[in-house]
């Protein structure tokens, strides 16, 4: 079964680095996301992204964070400077239009 | 604002008892209701979407139902392996992204 694949499993970080989160999507998905899950809470949208654009993002995706799709199939989720509120697992999703499936997840640690 | 609100927050049985659980939802316009399984440090897995009221999905143990305000996620006869967190989120007509409830945490004794 086509599945999702993120990379790292787990990355830590020291405050105020840049790190980079990579997804490979399933590919002949058109749609793609960025979700986070802080311990213990919902899963929170970030980004959604179609047609190399943004179409949607939240309220936490702010200037410090931007997404890419450098390539024909990975897609990135940068954090320029980070802070330890951004401690969270990271979750890249893909979409055909009708449902999604979502990735293993990026454990970040900022310390 | 789409809100979904799931319960109970934890739900413990036993082997083989039936239970179901619950996810109220607001939602201008529903594009889609979908229920997933989360498992400790893994991403959602996919079990259903529903698209309308009276709809009904069905797979192995588990069966969703639909209402104009809710949905339920019936457990039928659990196995100690049906322990998982059990996530409901909704989808907005012309909308890219998903709106998660906080949860149900099923654990099922042998």
């Known amino acids: 079964e086509p599945e999702v694949t993120q990379t790292p499993s787990h990355q830590v970080t020291q405050m105020g680095q840049e790190v980079i989160l990579r997804c490979v999507p399933i590919?002949?998905?058109?749609?793609f996301y960025w979700y986070r899950q802080i311990l213990g809470q919902k899963v929170e949208f970030l980004v959604s992204?179609?047609?190399?654009?943004?179409?949607?993002k939240s309220e936490i995706f702010d200037d410090q964070f931007s997404v890419e799709r450098p390539d024909g199939s990975n897609f990135t989720l940068k954090i320029r400077s980070t802070k330890l509120e951004d401690s969270a697992m990271y979750f890249c999703a893909s979409s055909s239009g009708y449902g999604y499936t979502f990735g293993s997840g990026t454990r970040l640690t900022v310390v | 604002e789409d809100q979904v609100t799931q319960s109970p927050e934890a739900l413990r049985l036993q082997e083989g008892e039936s239970s179901s659980l619950n996810c109220s939802y607001t939602v201008s316009g529903l594009r889609g209701l979908f229920w997933y399984r989360q498992d400790p440090g893994k991403g959602p897995e996919f079990l259903f979407t529903?698209?309308?009221a009276g709809e009904e999905k069905e797979k192995e143990r588990l069966k969703a139902t639909l209402t104009k305000k809710e949905s339920f996620l019936h457990i039928t006869a659990p196995k100690p392996e049906d322990s998982a967190t059990y996530l409901c989120a909704v989808q907005a007509r012309g909308d890219y992204k998903l709106s998660f409830g906080a949860g149900t945490t099923v654990t099922v004794r042998a």
């Open positions: 529903l698209y309308s």
């Open positions: 590919s002949n998905h058109l749609y």
């Open positions: 992204f179609y047609n190399n654009e943004i179409s949607e």
